[in-house]
């Protein structure tokens, strides 16, 4: 709980992966993917409940072996390649009788995040009284020397801007979603279905701590990462 508001903590896990198959009970670094995001969220200081949402019962066993509630179990259609992220959120919102202030959203595929960057976005939202806020990283390659190319294989940026930038260091500071902590007021995500929206607040995160696993490279870099801290 912070300053009055209850707070729910939904981890969400399918059960299928195209790029690495059973990703979220991979071991990286010893421990099920879906360990490492449980850990940390049960280390903050606002979440007032963990729950875990998910199709496959074995996720659901790793999960709770790990301590995480598992009250439901995800219907298979909200389970699909296909699935908009934001259903299972709201399916895990209506599924549970109690009634929470805000949700967190903290997906299993970015375990370099700590509690820190939880608490921090959660708290990020509540004082600058905003309806949601989500974090974010500076992108490594910027979209300012970017190009696109038309069929006769000639290029254009894909950004217009007034003058030519040639330093890196004079290029204007642009951010990427890094997938690591959703933070919402539950009545306005029910009302929006989205995290993102011209009431969105940004909380930065650095890079070293923002890498979502998509492949075998970002795993394999993740894994190196944890091997190194514990």
């Known amino acids: 709980m912070i300053d009055g508001q209850k707070v729910l903590g939904i981890i969400p896990a399918r059960g299928g992966s195209k790029t690495i ?21 049960h ?19 790793v999960a709770k072996e790990w301590g995480c509630e598992a009250p439901f179990v995800r ?52 004082q600058e009284a905003a309806p949601v ?17 038309n069929e006769h294989q000639k290029i254009f940026p894909l950004m217009q801007i007034e003058h030519s930038i040639e330093r890196r260091q004079d290029l204007p500071p ?9 933070v919402a007021q539950t009545d306005y995500l029910l009302r929006e279905k989205s995290f993102i929206g011209d009431k ?16 075998e490279m970002d795993f394999i870099y993740c894994e190196i990462i944890k091997s190194l801290l514990i």
Request: net charge negative; with cysteine; proline share 7%.
């Open 43 to 61: 280390k903050s200081q606002y979440i007032d409940r963990l729950v875990f949402s998910s199709e496959d019962a074995e996720i659901i066993r």
């Open 21 to 41: 198959p059973r990703k979220n009970l991979k071991l990286l670094a010893g421990k099920p993917l879906i360990a490492w995001t449980i850990e940390e969220a």
């Open 200 to 215: 969105t607040l940004a909380y930065i995160m650095p890079a070293d701590r923002s890498r979502d696993i998509d492949n």
């Open 133 to 149: 806020c989500v974090s974010v990283s500076v992108v490594n390659k910027s979209p300012y020397w970017m190009y696109t190319l």
């Open 75 to 126: 219907p298979a259609h909200l389970a699909e390649d296909e699935t908009p992220g934001i259903e299972p959120v709201i399916h895990a919102i209506n599924s549970i009788r109690e009634k929470y202030d805000y949700i967190v959203l903290l997906q299993p595929t970015s375990p370099l995040r700590t509690v820190n960057d939880i608490d921090d976005c959660i708290s990020c939202c509540i």
């Open 174 to 182: 642009v951010y990427e979603l890094n997938g690591a902590v959703y």
